[in-house]
């Protein structure tokens, strides 16, 4: 098993950041690749970003390439997602994910565990 806990999120204005975390702790020997998605209300969960824990190849999303910033500490097993230049299309819950690849995270074809979720408001 392995455990997920996602922090960070919040209530900012058009054009500011926010710095999400996720935290994984349990059997992480099996976590080769995380990665953060988001769901808007009334809307499918969409992937945002993932990263590869051993060889920190990243993969973005288009509406979020330039602006977003996944990276990881594996000393701590934690994926951090720095959101930068936030929009209000960018309100959602973000949720993390670990998978035993990264494409098979990015396209959520192969998930092991879902953090629970943080939200992300950006009023505008």
């Known amino acids: 098993q392995v455990q997920l806990v996602e922090s960070g999120g919040g209530l900012v204005q058009a054009g500011g950041s926010l710095r999400l975390s996720c935290a994984a702790s349990g059997r992480t020997s099996s976590t080769h690749a995380m990665g953060w998605f988001r769901q808007a209300p009334g809307k499918e969960r969409e992937p945002v970003a993932a990263i590869s824990m051993s060889s920190g190849k990243t993969y973005y999303a288009d509406s979020v390439k330039g602006r977003f910033t996944i990276s990881r500490d594996n000393t701590k097993n934690t994926v951090y997602l720095q959101m930068n230049s936030l929009k209000p299309e960018d309100t959602a819950v973000y949720y993390c994910?670990?998978?035993?690849?990264?494409?098979?995270?990015?396209?959520?074809?192969?998930?092991?565990?879902w953090g629970q979720g943080t939200q992300v408001t950006v009023s505008s």
């Open positions: 994910a670990t998978g035993p690849g990264l494409m098979p995270v990015y396209s959520r074809t192969y998930i092991y565990y």
